[in-house]
């Protein structure tokens, strides 16, 4: 705004010379400029008159551009962030899952141990899990996942599904939450689905299937499905981004 009163203070003063130089001076021939005559300067007086007006009405309504600005700014500001459209591509309907919120000791030293975290690093890694029974055996396994400088990449970060007495029995990484449930049993358990991104290839949603004792792995997979034909429980379901601005986290310095 301050641009544009300059510019029009520098027209109004370009204006005003022109008229001190042709109304009020003489001509080469000794008589009078063109612009003495009554119509031409009662012209130019209206000129002036409207560039003042113009300015007046803009130094006088702060709603005009700057609430533009500021609506512009509003909009931009709505943006809720990738995190918040993380859980987009699960299928409608199915039941969604938040972390549990109470420290799991077994949880928290399975991962610290797996994953030989630092210990000046714990107070920065996140740890979200859930209990699910996963081969239908009326006994919990634990997934858990770990969010922090030596688990996390841009593919997504580490993982663990341990058994009801805290022990490991799979190792995952590039997971991003939340993870599927699936209804579907495969070798006995039920199948896993995530959305697969990062290394710069478009995000895809593939199938972990059980076999031969364990999970595919999440890199390996060649099961890339259309989510909408899945049905199932959706696991860690949190706001990752939320959970770091609230401060509502477990992490592993607790």
């Not at 109304?23 to 209206?46: F, I, T, V």
């Not at 039920?190 to 059980?210: C, D, F, I, M, T």
Request: charged share 20%; aromatic share 6%; hydrophobic share 35%.
């Amino acid at each position: 705004m301050k641009k544009k009163i300059v510019e029009l203070i520098g027209i109004m003063s370009v204006v005003s010379m022109l008229a001190a130089g042709c109304a009020g001076g003489p001509g080469r021939d000794g008589s009078l400029g063109k612009q003495d005559s009554g119509q031409d300067y009662a012209e130019e007086q209206s000129e002036q008159e409207e560039l003042e007006a113009s300015m007046e009405g803009m130094s006088e309504d702060p709603a005009g551009t700057q609430s533009a600005a500021e609506g512009n700014e509003t909009d931009a500001g709505s943006d809720t962030g990738a995190n918040a459209s993380a859980a987009a591509w699960l299928p409608q309907g199915v039941k969604q899952q938040p972390s549990e919120k109470e420290p799991n000791e077994m949880v928290r030293t399975a991962l610290i141990d797996t994953y030989q975290i630092p210990e000046d690093e714990w107070d920065m890694t996140r740890y979200y899990y859930n209990y699910v029974d996963l081969n239908e055996d009326g006994s919990d396994e634990i997934f858990a996942l770990a969010v922090g400088p030596s688990v996390s990449g841009s593919g997504g970060s580490c993982a663990l599904l341990l058994d009801a007495d805290g022990a490991v029995l799979q190792e995952f990484s590039l997971v991003n939450p939340p993870v599927l449930v699936t209804d579907e049993i495969i070798d006995g358990y039920h199948a896993l689905a995530l959305e697969r991104s990062g290394g710069g290839a478009e995000s895809e949603v593939v199938l972990l299937p059980h076999g031969n004792g364990v999970y595919a792995g999440v890199s390996e997979t060649e099961t890339i499905v259309d989510p909408a034909s899945l049905t199932g429980t959706a696991i860690l379901c949190n706001d990752l981004a939320a959970d770091l601005e609230s401060g509502e986290f477990l992490n592993l310095a607790e």
